[in-house]
Every structure is written in C-alpha cells, then in structure tokens.
C-alpha cells in the first residue's frame, strides 16, 4: 500500500518568514495530494490540493508543489502569521478499483513566533 | 449547508464493550469514509462506504465494521474494544467515489478505560 512520509515533525518560525513542509509517497500510481490543517481539538480543514497532472499551485499566501518523478510535494506558506499556528497533515490517494482512502503523513506541528 | 455531522461528540467505554458512532455526510455527497486518529498521529483509513456496500477497507481488525444507509449516513461499529482503540474517530464524506476534495466531521473522541 501507499506510503507517506512527513517532515519536519515541528517547525518554528518568525511571524513573517516563509514555512515549508516536505512530504514524499511511494506509489507513483498515486493522482491526488490534499494537504489538511487541524487546529487542536477541532476538525482536519482542507487548504489546498494538488493532482497529479499540475506541478504547482498557489492560493493567496499558501502554495503546493508536486515532483511526480521524486514522488514528493511541499507545502509553501508564505508571510505566516500567528493563525497559521496548527498542525499540517499532507496525504496522498491511490485511485481506481474502489481505492478511495487517503493515506496522511504523520503531521507537523507549526509554531510561529511572535 | 450543513457539513458533516458525528456523534456522539464523546464517549467512555469499558474494554470488551462495543461502540457505535455515526456520520451524517455533507449535503450532496454520497460517499462517506471513516478515519481512526490516535493522539499526535495522522489520521488511518478504516474504510469507505458507497452506495450502501464497503468499497475499500484499510488495515483494520474484522472487529470494525460499519454500514451505510439509503440516505447516506454511516455507522462504524467497534466489538470487543481494547485500549488501544481510544482514538479521534472522523468521518469525512465527498461526492461519488473517486472525487476530489474530502470534508471532515468534528470527529468521535472515543476513550476505552
């Protein structure tokens, strides 16, 4: 099954500065990579995706890049401020045959320091 | 609109019990998977319900099953619970299998003592 490594496990930042959170898969069949923030005790919130037929795409100050040959994608945020303070999971899907589930990373805890 | 609906919210079993937890997927989807959470970790596929027949299961004991409803929702039921089942459980529902862009419920804590 597919794979899905997550670094780092934390990240600390200034407010201000740019974050960027790597991620790689192992089954190069996989066509779809969502990245999730979930803030503690609420629920994991969409912010970005990426399928596998684009290299890169950007929403505001929030970009996702995907490398299909090195089979891994990062998480970009740029300008971050205190809200951007939470826990971002990336995952990647498998599609066809009923292979629906998403696998997720381990997750990485972003601090950003005032 | 609605999104998606768990309960409930919290729950305290005995180990040996059995649980049960519902979803109510986001008003127009179809399609309703659930997820087990552990503390600090990502979430794990459990299994994906559609059009009332379990699709695709991940690396979970026979002892979760679930069911999906004619109007969509979902149950996951857990027999003879152990400690280690003390999870996050969340239900994240899309539109038709193989679509982009899953929402996740609030989730289940669930805690077996």
């Known amino acids: 099954g597919e794979n899905v490594e997550q670094h780092p496990s934390t990240l600390s930042v200034q407010e201000g500065d740019s974050a960027v959170i790597k991620c790689t898969y192992s089954?190069?069949?996989?066509?779809?990579f969502p990245w999730y923030k979930q803030e503690l005790g609420k629920r994991p919130q969409l912010i970005i995706d990426?399928?596998?037929?684009?290299g890169e795409k950007k929403d505001q100050r929030i970009a996702v890049t995907l490398n299909k040959t090195a089979k891994h994608f990062s998480l970009h945020i740029t300008e971050t401020q205190p809200e951007d303070s939470a826990v971002y999971f990336c995952?990647?899907?498998?599609?066809?045959?009923?292979?629906?589930?998403?696998?997720f990373g381990k997750g990485t805890h972003l601090i950003i320091q005032p | 609109d609605a999104g998606v609906t768990q309960s409930p919210t919290h729950l305290i079993k005995t180990r040996g019990q059995q649980v049960t937890l519902r979803c109510s997927p986001k008003?127009?989807?179809?399609?309703v998977s659930w997820y087990q959470q552990a503390l600090g970790q990502g979430p794990q596929f459990i299994f994906q319900?559609?059009?009332?027949?379990?699709?695709q299961r991940g690396n979970f004991p026979d002892r979760f099953s679930g069911h999906q409803f004619p109007n969509y929702s979902s149950e996951l039921n857990v027999n003879a619970l152990l400690l280690g089942d003390s999870a996050l459980y969340l239900c994240?529902?899309?539109?038709?299998?193989?679509?982009?862009?899953?929402?996740f419920g609030s989730g289940t804590r669930l805690t077996v003592v």
């Open positions: 990426i399928r596998s037929n684009v």
């Open positions: 994240a529902s899309s539109l038709r299998q193989g679509a982009f862009g899953y929402t």
């Open positions: 089954d190069s069949a996989s066509n779809y």
């Open positions: 008003s127009g989807h179809d399609t």
């Open positions: 995952a990647a899907r498998i599609p066809g045959g009923g292979a629906d589930g998403l696998t």
């Open positions: 319900y559609y059009e009332e027949e379990e699709r």
